[in-house]
């Protein structure tokens, strides 16, 4: 008896060890499955959808323009992955600081007085501000605009040259939460126009239907006293590494024709500016 019994241990060990595997056979000639890659780690942006064509949606409520592709490509060169967070531009700041996301990357202008609470990459964009107010309206300074009332979006360079500027000669100053709901009162005929970038007033409203009758007046806009030196991205003050990453970034896409390509999708000039 013993003999089968060894014979029978000698099976079961067999089996045992066959047991024991975690892998299927490979058929001769196949490749083993791929290692998926790690997945990137996440940059949390903060954007104001409401400031086209930088900073908008598309239908299916998707965040897209310039400021957007121009994160992604930041993104790509830093390798991490974009994840886009909303916010009404008035608590943008605070928001970053409260750390409910990484960086601002949303036409913010680089003042010396956001500088103090925030950080800026170097700029990737500089553009003017104009006034808007309907075609007609006579215009010689400032002064001739007394009484009329003009929208600003809350928290923005705008509304700073506004307060300093406008309002001392009499104009009423009315602050908003987000620059579509300005474009919603004049059409409406509860403002006489606005105070912003040219470029974004140009897009968002002068070149629609309902921007129909209305013009700049005055002067191009760019006094570094409100406006600044450009536009940067802002993250919390002491993030160097995050800095210098980002700025080596910016450098790159602009050498590489990525910022080029980005451009070119939204605008016929050169939106880097001086």
């Not at 490749?31 to 930088?54: H, Q």
């Not at 060169?77 to 916010?87: L, M, P, T, W």
């Not at 409260?98 to 680089?110: F, G, H, L, P, Q």
């Not at 896409?253 to 880097?272: L, Q």
Request: charge should be negative; charged fraction near 25%; proline fraction near 6%.
């Amino acid at each position: 008896m013993k003999p089968i019994l060894y014979a029978l241990g000698a099976v079961a060990l067999v089996t045992l060890a066959a047991c024991g595997k975690s892998e299927a056979p490979v058929a001769a000639g196949s490749a083993p499955s791929a290692v998926a890659p790690p997945a990137m780690p996440e940059l949390r942006v903060a954007i104001d959808p409401t400031y086209e064509p930088f900073t908008y949606k598309t239908p299916n409520g998707q965040p897209t323009g310039f400021d957007v592709d121009i994160a992604e490509a930041l993104c790509n060169e830093i390798q991490r992955k974009c994840v886009y967070v909303e916010q009404v531009w008035d608590s943008m700041i605070p928001g970053l600081q409260a750390r409910k996301y990484d960086v601002i990357i949303s036409s913010m202008s680089i003042t010396d007085e956001r500088k103090q609470v925030v950080d800026f990459s170097d700029k990737y964009y500089n553009t003017p501000s104009r006034i808007v107010v309907k075609a007609d309206t006579p215009f010689t300074d400032l002064e001739s605009l007394k009484g009329k009332r003009i929208g600003v979006l809350k928290g923005s360079t705008q509304e700073r040259y506004a307060m300093g500027e406008l309002r001392p000669v009499g104009v009423n100053v009315i602050a908003y939460e987000a620059q579509d709901q300005v474009y919603l009162d004049i059409r409406s005929g509860r403002l006489d126009g606005t105070v912003a970038d040219s470029v974004e007033v140009t897009g968002g409203f002068l070149s629609k239907p309902e921007g129909e009758g209305y013009g700049f007046v005055g002067p191009v806009l760019s006094d570094v006293k409100y406006y600044g030196y450009g536009v940067g991205v802002a993250m919390r003050k002491g993030e160097d590494q995050l800095r210098e990453q980002i700025n080596a970034a910016i450098q790159a896409i602009r050498a590489n024709g990525v910022y080029e390509t980005v451009s070119k999708k939204y605008f016929d000039f050169d939106v880097y500016g001086d």
